[in-house]
């Protein structure tokens, strides 16, 4: 049988599996180093005692003949269903609108599947690398990298005659988040030019202003041109738990007319078998715990005390204050330089700019994903 030619056409590694062997193999030659990695986004404070409790409560049920059950619901328990609804959406999104996943990455995944078939598709540069990568496997012959850079306040100029539009918000890497009016003209161009936007909202719970946009579907008219997709891991700490979500609106229709919701929900259910039925209850509880934010604080915090060091060091920093993501020029170093520098001189993890895209040369992008002792533990290096 002969391979997939489009794996050709992908880098030799994904990103953050090239960082962990170049960690590794630091490791190997000095064995006693104390690493402290902001490179990865994944958390590390542990889930709250009532959200653990109502998973540890779920496995138990397993076990007893009235409490056990086998398949999760293809689309996901109505509760949580509902809850996102209601706590999240404010009734604008219906819960028949939203299908319960194992995460948001998993949910792209399926998305490029459906959308495979797109003659242009258009996304932001730097970004999360599943979407270019994806792209490719699924054969997609025309990528427009949009550039984002601190000249364009990092908002893309989009070329007509897209697609699809992927838009992260707020973004990974670059920590930024749109303003209402920049996500109006994106459904605006969408509605114009018939564009699909795939609106990666996972970092969405860290936004600290309530005049910014938490959803794209508070712009009116997103409900006929986006899909939405989410997720509980940087919201609560569910990396390791898989859990999320995305929204297809019901008026969302491909050009012939047909609803796309009605495509997603076939394909689901032929490569699908629903999310574990133990995280959704853990999800469910998240909308029964009032202080469910306090992890977010903690981070942003973190954020906070990173950008006034970087900053105080003469360093241009982006993003950290309506994301757990710091986007620290570098001018005239290539980025990976910068990482072996952080490595080998300061026992400092981070992520290169350009593993993102050619616009993230000259950046790196500091996470604040860690315990408070590991980030003041990381500005003494730094300084």
């Known amino acids: 049988m002969k391979r997939l030619s489009t794996f050709e056409k992908l880098p030799p590694s994904y990103l953050f599996p090239e960082i962990e062997k170049r960690k590794r193999a630091y490791l190997e030659k000095n064995p006693d180093a104390d690493i402290i990695s902001l490179g990865i986004g994944d958390t590390v404070l542990p889930l709250s005692p009532l959200i653990a409790s109502a998973m540890e409560r779920a496995a138990r049920e397993l076990g007893t003949e009235k409490g056990y059950s086998g398949y999760a619901k293809e689309q996901g328990l109505f509760p949580l269903r509902e809850a996102l609804s209601s706590k999240l959406y404010q009734g604008k999104i219906t819960p028949d609108e939203i299908y319960i996943s194992d995460g948001a990455k998993c949910d792209i995944g399926r998305l490029q599947i459906l959308f495979s078939h797109a003659q242009s598709v258009g996304l932001q540069d730097p970004a999360y690398p599943v979407y270019w990568e994806g792209s490719i496997l699924q054969g997609i012959q025309s990528l427009h990298l949009l550039p984002c850079t601190p000249e364009n306040a990092f908002f893309p100029d989009i070329p007509p005659g897209l697609d699809l539009l992927y838009i992260c918000n707020p973004n990974n890497p670059t920590g930024v988040a749109y303003t209402h009016d920049q996500l109006k003209s994106l459904v605006h161009y969408a509605l114009k030019n018939g564009t699909v936007i795939i609106y990666d909202g996972a970092y969405s719970s860290y936004i600290q202003d309530p005049l910014l946009p938490q959803s794209i579907y508070e712009i009116e008219g997103a409900s006929a041109v986006a899909v939405e997709v989410n997720s509980f891991s940087k919201m609560v700490g569910f990396s390791g738990v898989r859990l999320g979500w995305t929204v297809i609106p019901q008026e969302l229709k491909f050009a012939c007319g047909s609803p796309v919701w009605k495509d997603w929900h076939r394909l689901s259910c032929t490569i699908f078998n629903g999310a574990s039925n133990i995280a959704q209850k853990g999800g469910l509880a998240v909308f029964e715990e009032g202080e469910w934010q306090g992890n977010l604080l903690y981070y942003m915090e973190n954020a906070r005390l990173l950008k006034e060091a970087f ?73």
């Open 311 to 383: 900053e105080g060091l003469g360093y241009s920093v982006y993003g950290g204050v309506h994301a757990p993501y710091l986007w620290v020029h570098t001018p005239g170093e290539a980025s990976w330089d910068v990482f072996e520098d952080f490595l080998e001189k300061k026992q400092i993890v981070i992520t290169p700019g350009v593993g993102y895209g050619p616009s993230g040369e000259h950046f790196i992008r500091i996470s604040s994903f860690g315990h408070r002792y590991q980030i003041k533990n990381v500005i003494n290096r730094i300084k």
